[in-house]
Nanobody
Framework: QVQLVESGGGLVQAGGSLRLSCAASGSISSIDRRGWYRQFPGKQRDLVASISGGGTTTYADSVKGRFTISRDNANNTVYLQMNSLKPEDTAVYYC?????????WGQGTQVTVSS
């Protein structure tokens, strides 16, 4: 079993910044890929950013140039630096990791961007 524990999230004004963190623990040898997803009310959970074990990153078009994903393999932690936040970024954000072919998810954290 793998556990993902998130921190960060909260309320921020438009144009501000926020940094999300997610640490993994449990039965882990390596995490092949890690990512951040977000879910708007009434919508599906969509990819925000991902990072491979080799460091290759992928971003949704809506966040390119504003968000940055990174990982600290020594601490099994993935980060999402969010800059120039917009009200439309308001959502529940989830981190994930793939371990031995299985997908694991964090509990989710609310990000609210006020106008």
């Amino acid at each position: 079993q793998v556990q993902l524990v998130e921190s960060g999230g909260g309320l921020v004004q438009a144009g501000g910044s926020l940094r999300l963190s997610c640490a993994a623990s449990g039965s882990i040898s390596s995490i092949d890929r890690r990512g951040w997803y977000r879910q708007f009310p009434g919508k599906q959970r969509d990819l925000v950013a991902s990072i491979s074990g080799g460091g290759t990153t992928t971003y949704a078009d809506s966040v390119k140039g504003r968000f940055t994903i990174s990982r600290d393999n020594a601490n099994n932690t993935v980060y999402l630096q969010m800059n120039s936040l917009k009200p439309e970024d308001t959502a529940v954000y989830y981190c994930n990791g793939i371990v031995r072919g299985s997908w694991y998810w964090g509990q989710g954290t609310q990000v609210t961007v006020s106008s």
